[in-house]
C-alpha cells in the first residue's frame, strides 16, 4: 500500500487527532534533526509508563531503575502479579511504589490519561505493539515500542502519520543497535576509517523455535505471529544496526527487496521431538519459511542482506559483516581489517599480466591481515560505551539493554532528537509485509516504501553523541 492509498483509507480522521496533547506534558518542539519531527522537549526527570511487564518487560524495568533522571509511575500487565513484582521491584530502587494498571487488555488507555507521562514503554506480545503506540500517539506521549516493531505496512504509515501530527516520536526498543562493538564500528564509519559502508549480510541465525510455543504445544504470540509467513519475520535486530551504519533515512533509504524463502518442515521435526505424533504440526506441516534470505537495495545502490535462520537445530551465531570501500568488521568473531591501516602486505600490485609475454607474474593475492576489533577501542570506543560499561557489563544483551534505556532517558533529559524515529520505526517494521510479498511471488522485486518521503536525501546522518 502506497502513502496516497494509506491516506484515503485511513481512519485518522481529525476527530481522532483532536485529543492530541489532552493527557499529556509534551510541548511544541523544534523542528531539528527530523524532517516534521523535532527533538524532545528537555526534561530532567522523565516520568515513565510501562506497559507489559513478562519476561522482557521486567528486565528492561530493572535496567532502568539503574539510569539516573528516570522514574517508573505507571506500570501496566494483565497479571496483578506482574504489576505487583514491579512496583515492589520501583520501591526496592528507592522510588516512590509506581500506580498499578490490570483492568484487561485496555487499561493501558486509563493509564494514558493521567496526564503526567513523559514517555511509554510498549513490552507487550506483537499484535498489541500497533494498538499502544497509536493510542499513546494520540495521547500526545512519546512511546518506545519493542521489537519487531509493526508487523503491516498500513501499520507503518499510521504510525508515520500519527507521529509527525502529533510531534511525539514512535520509537523502536532495538538494542542491537547499542551493542559496545556496533556502535565502536559505527564511531569508526563516522571517522572515516571504513570508508563508504557498501554490502552488508546480517542475521539472525539461532536455534529459538521453541519462543513460538507454550508449554502444551500450542503457538505462543510470537509463533502466531510467524505462522506461514515467508519472509523476515524478524527484521530489526539486524536490520537496525545495518542501516544505521549505511545511514538509511539519513543520507540514504531502503529502496526494494527481493526475498526467498526455504521449507525444511523444522515444525513438523520439532512437533514430533517434544510434543509427540499427535501434535497437529506433525500430520500438517505448516507450509512456511524455515529460512529467510532477503536482499534489499538501496536507492544510492548499496545492498543489505538479510537471514532469518531461527528453526532448524544450530548453534548461536549473530551475525553482521559489513564491507565497506576501506575495510571489512566481522562481528562473531569480532575482527576488522582496515584497508591502509591493518597488518598485511599490499605494497604492490600483485599477479598482473605482462603484455609483452602475456605471462602472470607473481602470482599471489595480496596479504591482509584481520586485526581484533579490540585493537581500536582505545581510539574508537563510542563515548557513551566509555562512560557506562561498568554498569551495562551487567545487563543483558552484552550491556546494549542497558544502554539502550540510557541513552534514550538521556535524550530526552537534555533535549535532544532520538537515536530512533518513526522514520527507522517503520522502515526496518516494513520488511516484515514487503519480504513477504517477494517470497510468495518468485522473489520479485517489492518496492519498499520511503516513509521520511524524500526528506533522506536532506538528513544528516546520526551524530555520535556525547556520553
Ligand atoms: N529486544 C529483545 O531482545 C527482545 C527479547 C525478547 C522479547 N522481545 C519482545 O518483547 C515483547 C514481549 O515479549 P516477552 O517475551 O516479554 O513476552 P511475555 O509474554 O513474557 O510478556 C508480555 C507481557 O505483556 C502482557 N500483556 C499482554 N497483553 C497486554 C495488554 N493488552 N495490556 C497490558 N499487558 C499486556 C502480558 O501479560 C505479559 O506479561 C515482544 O514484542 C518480543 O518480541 C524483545
Given at each position: 500500500m502506497n502513502r496516497r492509498d494509506f491516506v484515503r483509507k485511513a481512519a485518522i480522521g481529525s476527530a481522532a487527532i483532536s485529543v492530541l496533547n489532552k493527557s499529556s506534558r509534551l510541548t511544541a518542539a523544534p523542528a531539528v534533526g527530523g524532517g516534521k519531527l523535532g527533538s524532545f522537549t528537555a526534561v530532567d526527570n522523565v516520568r515513565v509508563g510501562v506497559i507489559g511487564v513478562g519476561n522482557r518487560g521486567f528486565n528492561l524495568v530493572r535496567n532502568l531503575l539503574q539510569v539516573p533522571n528516570v522514574q517508573i509511575v505507571a506500570v501496566c500487565d494483565l497479571y496483578e502479579a506482574r504489576v505487583k513484582r514491579t512496583q515492589d521491584a520501583t520501591v526496592a530502587a528507592g522510588f516512590d511504589r509506581p500506580d498499578g494498571y490490570a483492568?484487561?487488555?485496555?487499561?493501558y488507555r486509563r493509564m494514558l490519561e493521567r496526564g503526567d507521562l513523559d514517555l511509554v514503554l510498549i513490552m507487550t506480545p506483537w499484535e498489541w505493539h500497533h494498538p499502544m503506540a497509536v493510542d499513546s500517539l494520540k495521547a500526545g506521549i512519546h512511546n518506545s515500542m519493542e521489537v519487531p516493531g509493526v508487523q503491516r505496512l498500513d501499520e507503518c504509515w499510521e504510525l508515520t502519520e500519527l507521529s509527525e501530527k502529533s510531534g511525539a516520536h514512535c520509537m523502536c526498543l532495538?538494542?542491537?543497535?547499542?551493542f559496545r562493538e556496533i556502535m565502536a564500528v559505527y564511531n569508526m564509519i563516522e571517522q572515516g576509517l571504513f570508508g563508504d559502508p557498501l554490502h552488508v549480510y546480517a542475521g539472525y541465525q539461532?536455534?529459538?523455535?521453541?519462543?513460538?510455543?507454550?508449554?502444551?504445544g500450542s503457538l505462543s504470540f510470537s509463533g502466531k505471529g510467524v505462522m506461514g509467513h515467508w519472509g523476515n519475520v524478524y527484521a530489526s535486530h539486524f536490520a537496525g544496526p545495518s542501516a544505521q551504519w549505511m545511514g538509511i533515512n539519513r543520507g540514504d533509504a531502503f529502496d526494494y527487496v527481493v526475498s526467498m524463502g526455504v521449507w525444511g518442515k523444522a515444525y513438523k521435526i520439532y512437533t514430533e521431538r517434544y510434543f509427540g505424533d499427535d501434535h497437529q504440526f506433525v500430520k500438517n506441516p505448516p507450509q512456511m519459511a524455515d529460512v529467510s534470505n532477503s536482499m534489499i537495495a538501496t536507492k544510492n545502490g548499496k545492498c543489505l542482506s538479510l537471514i532469518h535462520d531461527t528453526r532448524l537445530p544450530r548453534p548461536y551465531r549473530h551475525y553482521f559483516r559489513l564491507q565497506a570501500s576501506n575495510g571489512i568488521y566481522e562481528h562473531t568473531e569480532k575482527r576488522v581489517h582496515i584497508g591502509d591501516h591493518s597488518p598485511g602486505d599490499w605494497s604492490a600490485p600483485r599477479g598482473l599480466v605482462d603484455p609483452k609475454t602475456g605471462r602472470r607474474e607473481r602470482l599471489r593475492t595480496p596479504r591482509r591481515e584481520w586485526e581484533p576489533l579490540a585493537n581500536y577501542y582505545a581510539d574508537y570506543e563510542h563515548p557513551v560505551w566509555a562512560k557506562v560499561a561498568d554498569i551495562a557489563a551487567n545487563s543483558g544483551h552484552g550491556g546494549g539493554d542497558y544502554v539502550m534505556m540510557y541513552r534514550l532517558i538521556k535524550s530526552m533529559n537534555r533535549g535532544e532528537y532520538p537515536d530512533i524515529d518513526v522514520y527507522d520505526t517503520a522502515a526496518w517494521s516494513s520488511i516484515m509485509e514487503t519480504s513477504e510479498e517477494s517470497a510468495r511471488n518468485r522473489s520479485k522485486p517489492v518496492d519498499i516504501p520511503d516513509f521520511t518521503r524524500g526528506m533522506w536525501k536532506k538528513r544528516d546522518r546520526l551524530p555520535i553523541f556525547s556520553a
Open positions: 483492568k484487561g487488555e485496555y487499561d532495538e538494542n542491537y543497535c547499542y539461532k536455534e529459538s523455535l521453541y519462543y513460538n510455543f507454550n508449554s502444551d
